[in-house]
């Protein structure tokens, strides 16, 4: 198990991995239709994409929270 004080980075983790599984297979079947391969081209574009999208989640998320706060009431 990992400690609590952690939960933000294993929650950027897991947030940035499904979104960009998401988003590239999205991307890779619009440019690419299903093709031969398919699958080994998605998981190079979510390897690609995953590398970027970790650390922005990391860094966007406390600003997505501020303004989230900003926006809602109690």
Same mark, same amino acid.
């Given at each position: 198990?990992?400690?609590?004080?952690? %939960?933000?980075?294993?929650?950027?983790f897991v947030l940035?991995?499904?979104?960009?599984?998401l988003v590239s297979? !999205?991307?890779?079947? +619009? #440019?690419?239709?299903?093709?031969?391969?398919?699958?080994?081209?998605?998981? *190079? #574009?979510?390897? #690609?994409?995953w590398m970027v %999208?970790?650390?922005? !989640?990391? !860094?966007?998320?406390?600003? #997505?929270? +501020? !303004?989230? *706060? +900003?926006?809602?009431?109690?």
């Amino acid at each position: 198990m990992i400690p609590a004080k952690y %939960a933000h980075i294993a929650f950027g983790f897991v947030l940035s991995c499904l979104m960009s599984l998401l988003v590239s297979g !999205v991307s890779t079947f +619009r #440019a690419a239709g299903f093709v031969d391969g398919f699958a080994g081209v998605w998981v *190079g #574009a979510w390897l #690609a994409s995953w590398m970027v %999208a970790f650390p922005v !989640v990391l !860094v966007v998320a406390p600003v #997505a929270r +501020r !303004v989230v *706060g +900003r926006l809602v009431t109690a």
